[in-house]
């Protein structure tokens, strides 16, 4: 049991989604969880984000569109998902945050799911007030070198302004300006919020309280995968 990889529990080989609204915790609880299992990672928040920085011609074209607070068009995301769903690592689980985004996004996942040979998803909808969801992205920091997330309310660095893990400079994304945050909270109830019904729908969708502190959430996340991929 020396190496991360032997010590992580036995993958669920599903595909874990989180669903929920910006500042909800889908990224810092899809980290905690993908990390306990030792599987990927995706955020496409992340994807994108990475783009924007190597200003590649994705990044240039999505950056204007994030910078609004809008959804970047199905086409780009889903080829961008395709491709990274298609490697290796993912081939014993993955945990996704921040996609689906869209009805569209969800069906084309469906077949993605299929043509990969994995089951059913076990969706985690992290569910909070909105007053609580402003305070969050008001509050977040992200390190400028390795994307680690932190709160100055609810998750302080160690050094004010400086990443536990590495030094790295904590900055303020772009989005989460207050009046892109609106905006993109009206992108989610309008594009985003009916996935809700959608997986609900299809018995693959869990409530989970997004208010508690960060552990208790993740103790609640853990016991609810734990339960779907045993069923
Ligand atoms: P948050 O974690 O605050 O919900 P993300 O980091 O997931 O935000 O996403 C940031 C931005 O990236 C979104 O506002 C949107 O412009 C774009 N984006 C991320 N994922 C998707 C997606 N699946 N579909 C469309 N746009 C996306
Ligand atoms: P999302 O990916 O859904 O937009 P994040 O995981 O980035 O959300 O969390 C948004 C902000 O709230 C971050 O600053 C994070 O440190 C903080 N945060 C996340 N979960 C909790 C929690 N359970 N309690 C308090 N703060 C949290």
Redesign the pocket.
Known sequence: MGSAAAMARTAPQRALI?L????????????LIAERYGVPHL?T?DMFRDHVRRDTELGRRARPIMERGELVPDEIVLGMVEERIARPDCRMGFVL??FPRTLAQAEALDRLLEAHGFGRPVVLH?VADEALLLR??A???TCKLCGA???????PPQVPGRCDLDGGELVERPDDREEVVRQRLASYHRQTRPLVDYYRARGVLVDVD?????E??SRQVVALVERAAAS
Do not use: E, M
């Not at 997330?149 to 998750?155: A, E, F, T």
């Not at 997004?210 to 960060?214: K, L, Q, R, S, V």
């Open positions: 989180f929920g609204p910006p500042g909800a915790g889908k990224g810092t609880q899809a980290r955020s928040g945050d921040g992290l969050r992205l509050g977040r920091r997330v932190y709160n100055i309310y609810d998750r997004g208010t508690a502190d960060i208790a959430v």
